[in-house]
């Protein structure tokens, strides 16, 4: 369990007004071939690995995001999908918890948490709940990147040196696509003043040394962002197998400081 013990802040979602604090993003991203590829963070790498390969077009509409039942309901059908980002604030030293139930496991379809924020001249991306719509591959990732005045670079590969630092880290045994995919899950993410720790039911799977200089730039506050796309690049592809729509349903956010 997390040692943050005090809730600071709360949103549940029972009804439209519970929106007010968030952005309802609407914006389509267009990927040609390894041109820049613009988001929240900018993903477009220059290791010819990492960048998109395919052609294709994500969009993200409101009409996707929707309050009933006492649940926030994000959907992605064929043509698009949803993302909201919490403008109330930033989140940084503490414990925040998201009760959430994902969609039932589907190629392509890809249920997302992240904590997107900027230390320095680096922006940052803490996707601390996932599937990614590939078997196996429902990690969770850092991502790091930085502007050199032509393309956008990250810093991941510097995680890969050393055995130790190894990343993407993956959901324990235990919870596998399919148990990710079934029922209701709380999915955490704790800062100290030293470490960077992911939950999954109040399990603490993964903790990361924000001290050593490889994570440093993850030292810094984060806004809230929680999305569902599908067809997105570096997943595969939309089969005839892909349930659309699919839903990621939210019962609340919540946040825990340390007592005063």
């Not at 399919?178 to 720790?197: K, M, P, R, V």
């Amino acid at each position: 369990m997390s040692k943050f013990t005090k809730l600071i802040f709360e949103n549940t979602f029972k009804n439209e007004n519970d929106l007010a604090n968030w952005e309802i993003m609407e914006f389509s991203e267009i990927f040609k071939g390894k041109e820049p590829v613009t988001g929240i963070v900018p993903t477009h790498v220059d290791d010819g690995e990492k960048a998109p390969t395919k052609d294709g077009i994500v969009k993200y509409e409101k009409k996707n995001v929707t309050v009933s039942d006492g649940l926030l309901h994000l959907s992605v059908d064929k043509t698009a999908g949803a993302m909201i980002k919490y403008k109330g604030g930033k989140f940084g030293k503490g414990y925040l918890e998201v009760k959430a139930k994902f969609p039932p496991f589907s190629k392509s379809v890809w249920p997302k948490m992240s904590l997107v924020g900027k230390n320095g001249y680096i922006s940052t991306e803490v996707d601390f709940a996932q599937v990614m719509g590939i078997r196996g591959k429902n990690a969770c990732t850092l991502i790091a990147t930085y502007y050199d005045g032509s393309f956008y670079k990250t810093m991941n590969h510097l995680y890969n040196t050393n055995p130790t630092y190894a990343w993407p880290r993956f959901y324990p045994d235990a919870f596998t696509d399919e148990l990710l995919s079934e029922g209701w899950h709380i999915f955490g993410c704790e800062q100290t003043d030293t470490d960077l720790a992911f939950f999954i039911d109040g399990i603490d799977f993964c903790r990361i040394d924000i001290s050593h200089p490889i994570f440093k730039a993850y030292d810094t506050e984060g806004e809230l962002v929680l999305s569902i796309s599908s067809g997105m690049p570096k997943i595969e592809a939309p089969d005839e197998t892909t349930l659309y729509p699919s839903e990621m349903q939210v019962e609340y956010v919540r946040f825990y400081g340390e007592e005063q």
